[in-house]
């Protein structure tokens, strides 16, 4: 099993930052790739960024290219998602999730087999 814990949640006024961490922990963590995903109330899960774990490539949401950055410290298997230039329309509960085998698909949340219990960010305007 694999366990994730997401912190780093809050709220922040419009054009503020924060940074998400997603902590893994298991008997052998080993993903091909992690991603942090988000969910608005009444809305749907969305992508939001995605990252292979070995080569570092990076996917993202283009609503929030440019203002978004995913990394991770393979050390301490932890995942990042730097949000700057935060909107209103950013706020959601995110997930980190992660994917233990190889996919040609990193972005749709259907292939994900681990997920973390999620943290809150909201925006104010």
């Known amino acids: 099993q694999v366990q994730l814990v997401e912190s780093g949640g809050g709220l922040v006024q419009a054009g503020g930052s924060l940074r998400l961490s997603c902590a893994a922990s298991?008997?052998?963590?080993?993903?091909?790739?992690m991603g942090w995903f988000r969910q608005a109330p009444g809305k749907e899960r969305e992508f939001v960024a995605a990252i292979t774990w070995i080569g570092g490539t990076t996917y993202y949401k283009d609503s929030v290219k440019g203002r978004f950055t995913i990394s991770r410290d393979n050390a301490k298997n932890t995942l990042y998602l730097q949000m700057n230039s935060l909107k209103p329309e950013d706020t959601a509960v995110y997930y980190c999730a992660a994917r233990t085998r190889g996919s040609v698909v990193i972005t749709i949340a259907g292939v994900y087999d681990y997920w973390g219990q999620g943290t809150q960010v909201t925006v104010s305007s």
């Open positions: 298991g008997r052998t963590f080993s993903s091909y790739a």
